[in-house]
Antibody, heavy 118, light 106 residues
Framework: QVQLQESGPGLVKPSETLSLTCAVS????????WSWIRQPAGKGLEWIGR???????NYNPSLKTRVTLSTDPSKNQLSLKLTSVTAADTAVYYC????????????WGQGTMVSVSS | DIQMTQSPSSVSASVGDRVTITCRAS??????LAWYQQKPGKAPNLLIY???NLQSGAPSRFSGSGSGTDFSLTITNLQPEDFATYYC?????????FGGGTKVEI
């Protein structure tokens, strides 16, 4: 059974860097494509970006200058870094496994809430 | 970016009802369209991919149709556990984008 578990600080100060990890069990991160998605409270979903098995990435242009996605195969985990955060970055952050056809997100983590506040 | 417009934003229904949610894209998607169900405090759950393909484990009362710019998700014989918010998502172009959601409530 594939499971994804996001973790990171629940509170980040404005202008600082948000760092999250996603621990994957039941599947090798080397074998799939992975995405990050976020959701502000009471609002819709925003795709942040995708990381491929090669380590290459695609980012949402709205975040491209601030976001970095990467993988650590030795730990079988993903990571997200978002720099210069503001209150607008307050959201639940999800990691998800893409379908092999890369046409949908088939397995999601439970999400981790991140608040940006001084 | 491709804009995804869902309607209605909310719908009131009863157990046993048939409910249809529509999603319109600002550009053609072929069939690169997925549907998700989300319950409060939970992550979204994939129901339909490729516009009309039922994800493994999703109940057969869920069905999807459409291609190009117009898509729909239909729930037949609505069950109590189906009261949730539903989102469409396009995977045709980067950045992937979601509809605004449709809340199915009693």
């Amino acid at each position: 059974q594939v499971q994804l578990q996001e973790s990171g600080p629940g509170l980040v100060k404005p202008s600082e860097t948000l760092s999250l990890t996603c621990a994957v069990s039941g599947a090798s991160i080397r074998s799939y494509t992975w995405s990050w998605i976020r959701q502000p409270a009471g609002k819709g979903l925003e795709w942040i970006g995708r990381v491929y098995t090669s380590g290459s990435t695609n980012y949402n242009p709205s975040l491209k200058t601030r976001v970095t996605l990467s993988t650590d195969p030795s730990k079988n985990q993903l990571s997200l870094k978002l720099t210069s955060v503001t209150a607008a970055d307050t959201a639940v952050y999800y990691c998800a496994r893409d379908r092999e056809a890369r046409d949908a997100f088939e397995i999601w983590g439970q999400g981790t809430m991140v608040s940006v506040s001084s | 970016d491709i804009q995804m417009t869902q309607s209605p934003s909310s719908v009131s229904a009863s157990v046993g009802d048939r409910v249809t949610i529509t999603c319109r894209a600002s550009q053609g998607l072929s069939t690169w369209l997925a549907w998700y169900q989300q319950k409060p405090g939970k992550a979204p759950n994939l129901l339909i991919y490729g516009a009309s393909n039922l994800q493994s484990g999703a109940p057969s009362r869920f069905s999807g149709s459409g291609s190009g710019t117009d898509f729909s998700l239909t729930i037949t014989n609505l069950q109590p556990e189906d009261f949730a918010t539903y989102y469409c998502q396009q995977a045709n172009n980067f950045p992937f984008t979601f509809g605004g959601g449709t809340k199915v409530e009693i």
